[in-house]
């Protein structure tokens, strides 16, 4: 049995979801298809999806298709959400880019695109709601070539488009067929195909498509696989809980996976798969054995994240836990009785997903997020998922800083009203960015306990992540110059004396307050997120729309022709500018500029406004 790992991407309300139920439906797994509206879809699993009406995470249905097996990953188009996008991209082996036969090309059209072109997968384009008034199928097939790529070639036309009996009929030409099912396979072409979810239209044709222009992967192995060990290889791609269980989903590459094997997760984790569940006709089933070119959800991985590599590492993997960082955050609160619980939660949350990064500082608790819907969904999450009612506060731009010099401290035990029975010194030092933080030492190993100076690496990493003044140090080397403990002792004749005897609490205690002076005297400044960002716009309004990336504190940086009537610019904007310009951008351009922005680097803050949110 043959493989394929699709992608299903589209704008938000393009038809994605209800376009996977009726695939789902026509290949018979489901007696009737779900709508996003009627809240009974197959995919949207989460109570948050079916109310919103909107796919959040990533989902996993499968159904047949000839002699193949089509996974089909139903995945997010609202932008606060593009992590979950990217990451299920990285494991796919083509996808269904989904338009709207009346709307057409929009941002997260154009954004998921050149995802998908990034990774070079293979694309089908389905311009799906044929039916509807204002159905202009024709006039999106040109502007798909025009705006995502010219490499598209439509292989149907639509007859009655508009109405209720809209529907297709091929275009006859076997020899441009199969040209385009080899070019298509290797990502040189897109076919572009039309269709209704709502009636049904398209979708027959739709499916025997999916065999014909993307690739398939795995023969799926049978449990003859399982002996291999040594060439097993799987991606963690999504991390979620079921009934408190965490469950790992794994796109297998090769080898196979068999209940009782224990997996090397990288970093000298090695963990025991305790159950195993495979996509099969619309639902997850326990199965002995997953093998190549499957979606496995795993059980037993509880070390596991986003991004790791089962078994044996294959060129590729890399790309499941390469994403760009929030660029905003905000922060939570809640009664102070439940601020353990709502840490814990989080911490758990961000566990599932590594780009919800925690922060810790005092009493104040900081997530990072993608925008403003993410922040409800998650208030949403811990409410329904661990009975937590948070307070959020306003989104604001994420920041860090970065270390400009050197600095040193020292506090030495019993010296100077340092309380602690520990000596330590700390040189902070700057180093390129995107280095990481780096902890070396120049006092004698053995000078002390080895506990001990793992208790300071440990909580200067910590510290510097959390922000040992105000905003995180993502990147500095620091040095410890000094050490120093007093060994275990007691009172003539008594039992061990922790009042005498240094423990790792006094180097944990200690380590803050040394490392915060040893930053200060090195000096930082504050950095904000920039974004890169290209907008395409009507050629008339370009001079306005640069004054106002201008205003905003960006800087355009290259314009150029995308078509015709049609400018591209290119340049870069800080993220706290961003909702300005996606804002004021329609109002310029008559409503047809598209911008799309990701994250790029830090820089220290361009100082604009008071608050460009």
Same mark, same amino acid.
């Given at each position: 049995?043959?493989?394929?790992?699709?992608?299903?991407? #589209?704008?938000?309300?393009?038809?994605?979801?209800?376009?996977?139920?009726?695939?789902?439906?026509?290949?018979?797994?489901?007696?009737?298809?779900?709508?996003?509206?009627?809240?009974?879809?197959?995919?949207?699993?989460?109570?948050?999806?079916?109310?919103?009406?909107?796919?959040?995470?990533?989902?996993?249905?499968?159904?047949?298709?000839?002699?193949?097996?089509?996974?089909?990953?139903?995945?997010?188009?609202?932008?606060?959400?593009? #992590?979950?996008?990217?990451?299920?991209?990285?494991?796919?082996?083509?996808?269904?880019?989904?338009?709207?036969?009346?709307?057409?090309?929009?941002?997260?059209?154009?954004?998921?695109?050149? #995802?998908?072109?990034?990774?070079?997968?293979?694309?089908?384009?389905?311009?799906?709601?044929?039916?509807?008034?204002?159905?202009?199928?024709?006039?999106?097939?040109?502007?798909?070539?025009?705006?995502?790529?010219?490499?598209?070639?439509?292989?149907?036309?639509?007859?009655?488009?508009?109405?209720?009996?809209?529907?297709?009929?091929?275009?006859?030409?076997?020899?441009? +067929?199969?040209?385009?099912?080899?070019?298509?396979?290797?990502?040189?072409?897109?076919?572009?195909?039309?269709?209704?979810?709502?009636?049904?239209?398209?979708?027959?044709?739709?499916?025997?498509?999916?065999?014909?222009?993307?690739?398939?992967?795995?023969?799926?192995?049978?449990?003859?696989?399982?002996?291999?060990?040594?060439?097993?290889?799987?991606?963690?791609?999504?991390?979620?809980?079921?009934?408190?269980?965490?469950?790992?989903?794994?796109?297998?590459?090769?080898?196979?996976?068999?209940?009782?094997?224990?997996?090397?997760?990288? +970093?000298?984790?090695?963990?025991?798969?305790?159950?195993?569940?495979?996509?099969? $006709?619309?639902?997850?089933?326990?199965?002995?054995?997953?093998?190549?070119?499957?979606?496995?959800?795993?059980?037993?991985?509880?070390?596991?994240?986003?991004?790791?590599?089962?078994?044996?590492?294959?060129?590729?993997?890399?790309?499941?836990?390469?994403?760009?960082?929030?660029?905003?955050?905000?922060?939570?609160?809640?009664?102070?009785?439940?601020?353990? $619980?709502?840490? #814990?939660?989080?911490?758990?949350?961000?566990?599932?997903?590594?780009?919800?990064?925690?922060?810790?500082?005092?009493?104040?608790?900081?997530?990072?997020?993608?925008?403003?819907?993410?922040?409800?969904?998650? *208030?949403?999450?811990?409410?329904?998922?661990?009975?937590?009612?948070?307070?959020?506060?306003?989104?604001?731009?994420?920041?860090?800083?970065?270390?400009?010099?050197?600095?040193?401290?020292?506090?030495?035990?019993?010296?100077?009203?340092?309380?602690?029975?520990?000596?330590?010194?700390?040189?902070?030092?700057?180093?390129?960015?995107?280095?990481?933080?780096?902890?070396?030492?120049?006092?004698?190993?053995?000078?002390?306990?080895?506990?001990?100076?793992?208790?300071?690496?440990?909580?200067?990493?910590?510290?510097? *992540?959390?922000?040992?003044?105000?905003?995180?140090?993502?990147?500095?080397?620091?040095?410890?110059?000094?050490?120093?403990?007093?060994?275990?002792?007691?009172?003539? +004749?008594?039992?061990?004396?922790?009042?005498?005897?240094?423990?790792?609490?006094?180097?944990?205690?200690?380590?803050?307050?040394?490392?915060?002076?040893?930053?200060?005297?090195?000096?930082?400044?504050?950095?904000?997120?920039?974004?890169?960002?290209?907008?395409?716009?009507?050629?008339?309004?370009?001079?306005?729309?640069?004054?106002?990336?201008?205003?905003?504190?960006?800087?355009?940086?290259?314009?150029?022709?995308?078509?015709?009537?049609?400018?591209?610019?290119?340049?870069?904007?800080?993220?706290?500018?961003?909702?300005?310009?996606?804002?004021?951008?329609?109002?310029?351009?008559?409503?047809?500029?598209?911008?799309?922005?990701?994250?790029?680097?830090?820089?220290?803050?361009?100082?604009?406004?008071?608050?460009?949110?």
């Amino acid at each position: 049995m043959s493989y394929l790992n699709l992608g299903i991407v #589209a704008h938000v309300d393009a038809g994605k979801t209800s376009l996977t139920e009726r695939l789902l439906h026509h290949a018979g797994v489901i007696d009737r298809p779900g709508t996003v509206d009627g809240g009974d879809t197959t995919t949207d699993t989460l109570a948050l999806e079916r109310e919103r009406g909107i796919t959040i995470r990533a989902s996993v249905a499968s159904f047949p298709a000839g002699d193949v097996t089509v996974n089909v990953l139903d995945t997010p188009g609202h932008p606060d959400f593009i #992590a979950e996008v990217d990451r299920s991209l990285a494991v796919l082996d083509g996808a269904v880019v989904v338009l709207s036969a009346v709307e057409g090309v929009q941002a997260q059209t154009l954004v998921l695109m050149r #995802a998908l072109q990034r990774l070079h997968l293979p694309v089908i384009v389905f311009v799906n709601k044929i039916d509807r008034r204002g159905a202009r199928p024709q006039e999106v097939a040109d502007a798909v070539a025009r705006r995502l790529s010219p490499d598209v070639l439509p292989v149907q036309r639509v007859l009655a488009a508009g109405t209720p009996s809209a529907r297709v009929a091929p275009l006859p030409d076997d020899v441009l +067929h199969a040209w385009l099912a080899d070019e298509a396979r290797r990502g040189s072409a897109h076919p572009v195909l039309f269709g209704s979810a709502a009636t049904g239209a398209g979708v027959p044709e739709l499916a025997a498509a999916l065999g014909t222009y993307l690739p398939v992967s795995g023969t799926g192995g049978g449990a003859a696989a399982g002996s291999d060990v040594e060439g097993r290889s799987g991606v963690v791609f999504a991390i979620d809980r079921e009934g408190g269980w965490k469950r790992a989903f794994v796109r297998m590459r090769s080898g196979a996976l068999q209940v009782r094997d224990k997996v090397d997760l990288g +970093h000298g984790r090695a963990e025991r798969i305790t159950g195993l569940r495979v996509a099969h $006709r619309g639902s997850l089933q326990s199965r002995d054995t997953a093998a190549d070119g499957q979606i496995a959800v795993v059980h037993g991985l509880s070390t596991a994240r986003v991004g790791d590599v089962v078994g044996r590492a294959l060129p590729g993997d890399e790309r499941a836990s390469q994403f760009p960082p929030p660029s905003y955050e905000t922060v939570v609160d809640v009664d102070p009785a439940d601020r353990g $619980r709502l840490y #814990a939660a989080l911490t758990e949350l961000a566990e599932q997903d590594p780009l919800i990064r925690v922060r810790r500082r005092d009493e104040e608790i900081t997530v990072s997020l993608y925008g403003e819907v993410q922040r409800e969904v998650l *208030a949403a999450v811990l409410v329904r998922e661990y009975g937590v009612q948070a307070r959020f506060g306003e989104v604001r731009t994420a920041r860090q800083e970065r270390i400009v010099g050197t600095g040193h401290a020292l506090e030495v035990k019993k010296q100077d009203g340092n309380e602690f029975l520990a000596t330590i010194g700390l040189r902070v030092e700057p180093v390129t960015a995107g280095s990481g933080v780096t902890f070396d030492l120049e006092c004698e190993r053995g000078s002390m306990p080895p506990a001990f100076f793992d208790a300071v690496e440990d909580t200067v990493r910590r510290e510097l *992540a959390r922000g040992s003044l105000r905003w995180p140090v993502p990147d500095a080397r620091v040095v410890m110059t000094h050490s120093g403990y007093s060994p275990r002792q007691s009172h003539m +004749h008594q039992k061990f004396n922790k009042a005498m005897s240094s423990t790792g609490a006094d180097f944990r205690g200690l380590t803050p307050r040394v490392l915060a002076a040893a930053v200060r005297r090195a000096g930082t400044v504050v950095c904000e997120p920039v974004h890169r960002f290209v907008i395409e716009l009507p050629d008339d309004v370009v001079g306005p729309v640069t004054s106002l990336v201008g205003r905003l504190g960006g800087l355009p940086m290259e314009s150029g022709v995308a078509g015709v009537g049609i400018a591209v610019v290119r340049g870069e904007i800080p993220a706290g500018s961003v909702a300005a310009l996606q804002r004021d951008l329609p109002g310029l351009t008559h409503g047809e500029g598209v911008c799309q922005t990701e994250h790029d680097r830090f820089e220290p803050v361009r100082e604009v406004a008071a608050d460009r949110r």
